[in-house]
């Protein structure tokens, strides 16, 4: 009898075994340890600087040197707002992205605020140094789009308050729901001192889910919206402003943008012009914004941990041991194509770089995988396992070229691939 109960608990555990470890040694070499006084939750990089969010350490900004390679050899501490503001919440830096094209660093503490700091070191910093809170709500998750004059700010906010009408909302949304909502960053340069003087949107509100979704992405037009154990929603971005009928959500022809917002808005949203005609009674989202409805969804096994859209192809690290799918849309945002890599492992947080993807799976470290096909097709190309990097809990990861940055409860890795 002991001996049949000990065969099924070796099968269950052999069934529930990640794949085989191949030492780090085979895909890359160790460059350096960072010590972040705490624990590294995610970091973002530039051709010279390093941003990480530690957590109760605040956010961390480094000058980082390359050799010809563009490899990193070196970084050195030039800042650090360890105290970011003592009144508010938690006061944590849990998340990360930098602008490229404008050199400007968003630190989202969740729940609390998203703050900004300019890397270039002749820039006046901002006054105001955080965005302003958005139709009442919570931080939950932050992207960006990135143009040449400006920088589109996306948000998820958590609607809640301690107190709530007869119906259980919060003004027009229900409790604890959430929302994506947005503004147009133009006060970008290094000499603005007002992030939001000329925001344009101010303030504006795209689309209202369920309780689930905790995190997004844009990329390729698409804000994609993870949906817990539910899987994934996406919006589709618009390229031009427009006006939608209320109940159908139908484009209304007869809507001619002039590009200026407030005005547009008027005409668009009036139930009766200044002569007393039916105006277009409709709902309005500026250039920029999002179509008023879902794109694509889809289900996955798993809650969703994290999320990146990379051109047509939708990447998702899933919970309890569920891996990482990969998910290729068509025109129509119909997935026509599914790939499931990393099984056995969980997976909280990954990136992409020159058809290098990198895992983040908690206690398993990292795990590396090289991906041979475009991003736009038919059908998604193949994966080949590379190898597994063994860190401290890993929380995140980011590639920049050869270069492999690791967050994890003990500080920052840094390694060059091979």
């Known amino acids: 009898m002991k001996f049949y109960i000990f065969i099924i608990i070796f099968l269950l555990v052999s069934c529930n075994q990640p794949n085989d470890p191949v030492t780090s040694d085979d895909v890359a070499s160790f460059t350096m340890y960072i010590n972040t006084y705490g624990e590294a939750l995610d970091a973002d990089i530039t051709e010279t600087s390093m941003v990480v969010a530690a957590n109760y350490q605040g956010f961390i900004v480094y000058d980082i040197n390359r050799n010809e390679a563009g490899n990193i050899t070196s970084v050195d501490s030039v800042f650090n707002d360890s105290d970011m503001d003592g009144t508010m919440g938690d006061n944590r830096a849990q998340d990360v992205i930098i602008s490229q094209n404008h050199n400007i660093a968003f630190i989202t503490d969740i729940y609390d605020r998203i703050w900004l700091y300019k890397l270039n070191e002749s820039s006046q910093q901002y006054v105001d140094d955080y965005l302003q809170d958005c139709y009442g709500g919570t931080w939950l998750s932050f992207a960006i789009d990135e143009e040449s004059d400006h920088i589109k700010a996306f948000s998820l906010v958590k609607h809640s308050s301690s107190e709530s009408d007869d119906d259980g909302t919060i003004g027009e949304f229900d409790e604890y729901s959430t929302s994506v909502v947005w503004k147009g960053l133009y006060d970008i340069s290094d000499s603005d001192i007002f992030p939001e003087d000329n925001a344009a949107p101010s303030c504006e509100f795209s689309y209202n889910f369920g309780v689930l979704p905790e995190k997004i992405s844009f990329g390729n037009g698409m804000l994609a919206v993870s949906n817990g154990e539910l899987g994934v929603q996406i919006l589709k971005q618009l390229d031009e402003s427009s006006c939608f009928d209320s109940e159908t959500y139908e484009l209304l022809t007869d809507f001619i943008p002039t590009g200026d917002i407030d005005f547009d808005r008027t005409i668009c ?102 991906y041979e096909g475009e991003f736009d097709g038919s059908l998604i190309g193949s994966v080949t396992f590379m190898g597994q990097i063994n860190t401290p809990y890993s929380n995140n990861v980011k590639l920049d070229g050869n270069n492999l940055i690791i967050s994890t409860e003990d500080g920052i890795y840094l390694y060059t691939l091979k």
């Open 269 to 370: 949203q009036q139930a009766f012009d200044e002569y007393y005609n039916p105006g277009l009674n409709g709902v309005y989202e500026p250039a920029g914004g999002f179509y008023p409805y879902i794109y694509s969804s889809f289900d996955l096994p798993g809650e969703v941990n994290s999320i990146m859209v990379r051109n047509s192809i939708i990447f998702t690290g899933l919970s309890t041991s569920n891996g990482c799918y990969m998910s290729l849309l068509d025109n129509n945002g119909v997935v026509i194509d599914n790939l499931s890599i990393a099984n056995g492992y969980t997976i909280n947080n990954l990136d992409e770089d020159s058809g290098v993807i990198a895992l983040s799976a908690g206690h398993d470290g990292v795990l590396l995988y090289r």
